[in-house]
């Protein structure tokens, strides 16, 4: 005979899953990107229009209104008002500045360690160096050299100083013409800008610091100019080694 389950034979609450519910506008979202991912879907393609969509979908207008916005702030649709062909949304040949946003704000709320960001960015910087020793046309060195002339201004303050110097690091990768490393760039100098102001705050005296720091980068950009990409590995590397621990960015003492 069957035993019929008393109280105490109810399964253990470690046995229970809990019940996957996805809100409308997430489940328009995961068929946009399945089409992207699996190819049927990519970057040009106009997706259908608003009512048409919806329809397709079985949703109503307003959510799938809300999965479109989810996606143009993200930069992976661009919305277009108006009728006819021009009009809709259209799926984003060019990375636009959601990328860029999204990391930074991954970054600025500490999902990465310090270590992970300092590793990071050695990795990039160092590849980014390299390569531009060997890709860079003049355009590139003469923009370099004058944000380096702009850092030389005496009366120059701290938050200025470090937005060229982030404009500095970002165009070496700019010059290597990979848009990803590029990008990334920007998105980690942009994150951890608070840090290297707050770095410069506890210097006794930030400008003797940011007279070696303009040193090492005439250094870096020698460097480049004359394509030594050994050296200029060498230099970056050892200009963010040094600053970290001169300024105890983000509280590394001592250089990884």
């Known amino acids: 005979m069957t035993q019929l389950k008393g ?3 109810m399964p253990s609450p470690e046995e229970w899953q809990p019940v996957q519910r996805l809100r409308t506008y997430e489940q328009v979202m995961a068929q946009i990107e399945e089409r992207i991912l699996d190819g049927r879907l990519k970057a040009g393609d106009h997706l259908p229009s608003e009512r048409d969509l919806a ?15 989810v996606l143009e702030a993200l930069g992976v649709v661009d919305i277009r008002r108006g009728g006819g ?3 809709g949304a259209v799926l984003l040949a060019k990375a636009g500045p959601g990328f860029v946003n999204l990391l930074k704000l991954q970054i600025a709320l500490g999902h990465f360690s310090q270590t992970d960001l300092l590793e990071t960015r050695i990795a990039l910087e160092s590849w980014s160096c390299s390569e531009a020793a060997s890709r860079s046309t003049e355009v590139d ?3 370099l050299a004058s944000i380096l002339d702009q850092m030389d ?12 110097d982030t404009a500095f690091h970002v165009r070496i990768a700019e010059s290597t013409e990979n848009m990803l490393t590029s990008h990334l760039m920007q998105s980690l100098r942009i994150a951890i800008n608070r840090q290297m102001i707050e770095a410069y705050a506890r210097l006794s005296d930030w400008r003797a610091t940011a007279r070696e720091v303009r040193q090492e980068h005439r250094a870096i950009l020698d460097a480049i100019s004359n394509r030594d990409s ?9 200009h963010i080694h040094s600053f970290y621990q001169l300024g105890n960015v983000g509280g590394l003492v001592q250089p990884v």
């Not at 050994?230 to 050892?238: F, I, K």
């Open 7 to 9: 109280h105490n034979d």
């Open 55 to 69: 329809v397709l979908l079985g949703v109503s207008r307003p959510s799938l209104r809300e999965s479109l916005r």
């Open 85 to 87: 062909a021009d009009g």
């Open 141 to 143: 060195i003469k923009d």
């Open 153 to 164: 201004d005496p009366q120059i303050e701290t938050y200025e100083f470090n937005r060229l």
């Open 230 to 238: 050994a050296e200029a590995v060498r230099l970056v590397t050892s």
